[in-house]
């Protein structure tokens, strides 16, 4: 995973990892303090990426024992995204999450008064009331408390002593408060509504500030522009310092000397903040810590995992009424290596994109597609597969956890532009990015621009502005029943007749793998020119 900076909005200053911020404290100290604060987000893999060689939280373990040996008070943050989705969950609801993350200070049963998380929007995919006995369960399971300090939950829902508000945490001559925000993205059944952030903030910063609280912390789960437009509002009611999550790519930036902070997905990375108050002033130090093959993972919490990945793998085997290895079947091989790490396929085009889009326009070649657009946080596989490679039935149910079946629709040109341009928008790595076929463009991500927008097959009639399109779409950008990815352009009355309609993604590739005589050829073809990587003309 690429330790790559943004420069996202002009006002912030987006910096390197190891610059230090100063500020003015809410109350005056005489004597010097230390806290150091471990942060992660976005972690869907107890056993990280790369077949275990990068991420994982046994090296996120590892890292908090490091720092409980250096520091007296180490604070550990999780701000969001972890119950779903992934292979595993589909089988136990996220319960392997949470006995992991019940490792992380060491212990299982004891509880970890040293641990917070918040709410992201995944936390909800199982979102009907039908649902809250399930979610009441892991809360049950999990030793840690969860903030949700804007979100309001419905009456005799989800219900636990572990959920808070607010935290106050006294660390030595530290008081620390912690409140959180979650996007309301995904709006279940059982939450009433869901504050906006400078709501939220004007609550709980004042609040925190008047119990005596030393630092107030925002643990968030949002866009970044969000982030970065809290630490915007008024000194009285914004935080000190943010950890977020929902981004799934390194981000530190500064906005009024104050830090926003998140981490790679899947613990490929952490957030490493000390923070030393002395005469009356605090100073942060964040850094980023590489969770590569280089850091060694805490052996007992790999040995849990690599557990519970086993017998997650042999339950869904007998559920199929297959052998215990019947994940490890070869459906083909690649040729190249095809490109899935999500800091590529939520930025760039990638030749597994491109693979999988053609795949799908020649599907739905019969009902006349022009395009294909595929929301890349459809495919969450999160790590290349090296050229030679086998492609197994586990890669393909790791990179496709949701349903992924397909719908013909139809816009005019105008709409198409629409798509683009919330495509390429928040350019941080996010599942919104669009992976495609059937036309090329320019993309300038200093610029945030598209341009040079052509369908393959516009030589063969002239494309107006009240032209129709025919795209294939995942049925999520269109349901009534999501948030379409942000792709609020897009909604079912644009439904076209299909005889392939619901064709699911997954299927296609399986069936596309299996009959190859030879491996794989997936390319990069320039249909969406970079013009910072690429020699666009």
Request: net charge negative; glycine share 6%.
């Amino acid at each position: 995973m690429k330790n790559r900076l943004f420069t996202l909005l002009i006002f912030a200053i987006v910096c390197s990892a190891c610059q230090h911020a100063t500020k003015n404290p809410s109350t005056a100290k005489t004597t010097s303090s230390q806290l150091a604060i471990i942060s992660i987000n976005d972690v869907y893999r107890i056993n990280g990426i790369d077949n275990g060689e990068t991420g994982g939280l046994a090296r996120v373990r590892a890292l908090r024992k490091q720092l409980e040996a250096r520091y007296e008070h180490v604070l550990f943050l999780h701000a969001g995204d972890f119950l779903h989705p992934s292979f595993i969950s589909k089988q136990d609801n996220g319960s392997a999450m949470i006995q992991t993350l019940n490792m992380m200070d060491g212990e299982l049963g004891q509880f970890d008064h040293n641990m917070l998380v918040t709410w992201g929007n995944h936390e909800f995919d199982k979102g009907r009331m039908k649902h809250v006995s399930v979610m009441n369960q892991i809360l049950a399971q999990s030793e840690f408390n969860w903030i949700g300090s804007n979100i309001q939950w419905q009456a005799n829902s989800i219900q636990s002593e572990k959920m808070k508000t607010h935290q106050i945490m006294t660390m030595g001559d530290i008081k620390v408060g912690v409140f959180s925000f979650t996007t309301g993205m995904a709006h279940p059944e059982y939450i009433d509504s869901f504050e906006d952030y400078k709501s939220t903030a004007e609550k709980y910063v004042p609040y925190l500030r008047d119990q005596g609280v030393d630092l107030v912390i925002g643990l968030t789960h949002q866009w970044l522009q969000d982030d970065l437009a809290m630490m915007e509002l008024p000194e009285a009611i914004r935080p000190d310092i943010i950890f977020g999550g929902h981004e799934h790519y390194v981000q530190t930036a500064q906005v009024n000397d104050r830090w926003v902070l998140k981490a790679d997905a899947d613990g490929a990375s952490a957030i490493v903040a000390e923070i030393t108050f002395e005469n009356g002033r605090h100073h942060v130090s964040p850094q980023v810590i590489q969770l590569d093959a280089a850091f060694a993972p805490d052996p007992a919490t790999l040995l849990m995992t690599q557990q519970l990945s086993e017998a997650n793998d042999i339950q869904y085997c007998a559920k199929q009424g297959m052998n215990d290895d019947c994940l490890t079947q070869v459906l083909g091989t690649t040729k190249n290596k095809l490109m899935a790490e999500e800091t590529e396929i939520r930025r760039f085009e990638t030749n597994l994109g491109n693979a999988l889009a053609d795949m799908v326009l020649q599907e739905f070649a019969s009902c006349e597609a022009d395009v294909v657009l595929l929301n890349s946080g459809s495919i969450r596989l999160n790590q290349n597969i090296p050229a030679g490679a086998a492609i197994t039935v586990k890669h393909l149910e790791e990179m496709f956890p949701y349903p992924s079946d397909l719908r013909l629709i139809e816009f005019d040109r105008s709409s198409f532009a629409a798509v683009l341009n919330h495509s390429i928008s928040s350019w941080t790595a996010n599942g919104h990015w669009l992976q495609i076929a059937g036309f090329v463009f320019i993309h300038n991500p200093e610029e945030q621009s598209v341009s040079h927008v052509h369908l393959n097959n516009e030589k063969d009639y002239p494309i107006t502005e009240q032209q129709k399109i025919r795209a294939v779409v995942p049925y999520y950008l269109i349901s009534d029943d999501t948030d379409h990815d942000g792709f609020t352009m897009l909604n079912e009355t644009m439904l076209v007749d299909c005889e392939v309609n619901g064709a699911q993604v997954k299927a296609l590739f399986s069936d596309l793998l299996k009959s190859q005589q030879q491996a794989l050829n997936a390319n990069r073809d320039y249909r969406i020119c970079n013009t910072v990587r690429d020699s666009c003309q």
